[in-house]
């Protein structure tokens, strides 16, 4: 059973960072890529950054190009959600998620696992 476990939420001022874990048990993860996507109450699930297990492959949403990174440790089955120059725009529940498919990509009815989301909250 894949488990995905979201850590370093937050509350931070606008300008600020933090940097979101998912570390990912239960399953060989190689032929996998993971994304991060964010909910704001009121608004769709949107996607925000993907990689591919290897990390030579990321993708990004406009919104966040930029400020965040995407990376992942393979040693440690964890992939990582650098946040810098935070926005109130940016506040939201983030989650990880895991698709079968080898690239990154947006569209979140293609990922297959998702974790329980960690609470980021930008102050203005």
């Known amino acids: 059973q894949v488990q995905l476990v979201e850590s370093g939420g937050g509350l931070v001022q606008a300008g600020g960072s933090l940097r979101l874990s998912c570390a990912a048990s239960?399953?060989?993860?190689?032929?996998?890529?993971m994304g991060w996507f964010r909910q704001a109450p009121g608004k769709e699930r949107e996607f925000v950054a993907a990689?591919?297990?290897?990390?030579?492959?990321?993708y990004y949403a406009n919104s966040v190009k930029g400020r965040f990174t995407i990376s992942v440790d393979n040693a440690k089955n964890t992939v990582y959600l650098q946040m810098n120059s935070l926005k109130p725009e940016d506040t939201a529940v983030y989650y990880c998620?895991?698709?079968?498919?080898?690239?990154?990509?947006?569209?979140?009815?293609?990922?297959?696992?998702w974790g329980q989301g960690t609470q980021v909250t930008v102050s203005s």
């Open positions: 239960g399953r060989t993860f190689s032929s996998y890529a």
């Open positions: 998620a895991a698709t079968i498919s080898k690239l990154p990509v947006a569209d979140k009815y293609e990922y297959d696992y």
């Open positions: 990689i591919n297990w290897s990390g030579s492959i990321t």
